[in-house]
């Protein structure tokens, strides 16, 4: 079975920056499209950027030009670089993969992480 495990959350000022990881672990399996995801309380869980395995992204709007997403495809790890970090950015982040297994057969799936807690202060 796979596994997400996210890292780098934290508190922060305004206009600070944080770095949040991700690592797939597990046997038999290949990364396809990694995201983030974030759910403030009382609010739905929204994307915030996501890449392909070729290194295609898209962002949310509200955080074009502030956030970076990226991934080592070697390590099966996904990175979200957060600069110009804003009150509104409090939130659990959430590590989200689509995965192929390689077993008896081939099968795809998709994985969550555990989240992570963001908190930036005014």
């Known amino acids: 079975q796979v596994q997400l495990v996210e890292s780098g959350g934290g508190l922060v000022q305004a206009g600070g920056s944080l770095r949040l990881s991700c690592a797939a672990s597990g046997s038999s399996f290949r990364v396809r499209r990694m995201g983030w995801y974030r759910q403030a309380p009382g609010k739905q869980r929204e994307l915030v950027a996501a890449i392909t395995s070729n290194g295609l992204t898209n962002y949310a709007d509200s955080v074009k030009g502030r956030f970076t997403i990226s991934r080592d495809n070697a390590k099966n790890t996904v990175y979200l670089q957060m600069n110009s970090l804003k009150p509104e950015d409090t939130a659990v982040y959430f590590c989200?993969?689509?995965?192929?297994?390689?077993?008896?057969?081939?099968?795809?799936?998709?994985?969550w992480g555990q989240g992570t807690q963001v908190t930036v202060s005014s």
């Open positions: 989200n993969a689509d995965l192929t297994i390689f077993l008896k057969d081939i099968s795809y799936s998709n994985t």
